[in-house]
């Protein structure tokens, strides 16, 4: 949904100017605030997909969760480094870094709980 409102950004800005000046009730979204939005979609949208493709409606086989993990792990861990975001200030840097690390927690917590059942499944797995 905010992937298409990013979209769909100056139709949207402009509706708002008009309801600004009916009602002077409606805040303006700023630059600052549109590349907030660009990057938590950016952030999101790979955890996104992995979602979909291990969805039980996708029948997903064993061997691709373990990529999946991989790169879902590979790409939380980029989200951690403060240079990721030269364009935000201090206080937004350690919000992003504080939930990528909170997320490459949990995440490697379920990864390792796993370890000896994803020996085996790998084994077996055809």
Request: hydrophobic share 45%; glycine share 0%.
């Amino acid at each position: 949904m905010v992937q298409h409102a990013i979209k769909l950004r100056r139709p949207l800005q402009s509706l708002i100017l008009e309801i600004k000046e009916k009602y002077d009730t409606v805040n303006i979204i700023t630059h600052h605030e549109w590349l907030l939005f660009q990057i938590f979609c950016n952030f999101l949208e790979p955890i996104n997909d992995a979602t979909e493709i291990v969805s039980t409606e996708n029948c997903t086989i064993f061997a691709t969760c373990i990529p999946l993990y991989n790169e879902l792990l590979d790409h939380l861990e980029a989200y951690m480094v403060p240079e990721k975001y030269f364009n935000l200030v201090s206080m937004e840097k350690e919000d992003m870094i504080e939930a990528a690390k909170a997320a490459f927690d949990k995440l490697e917590g379920y990864y390792n709980k796993q370890a000896d059942i994803v020996q085996v499944a790998s084994f077996v797995d055809p």
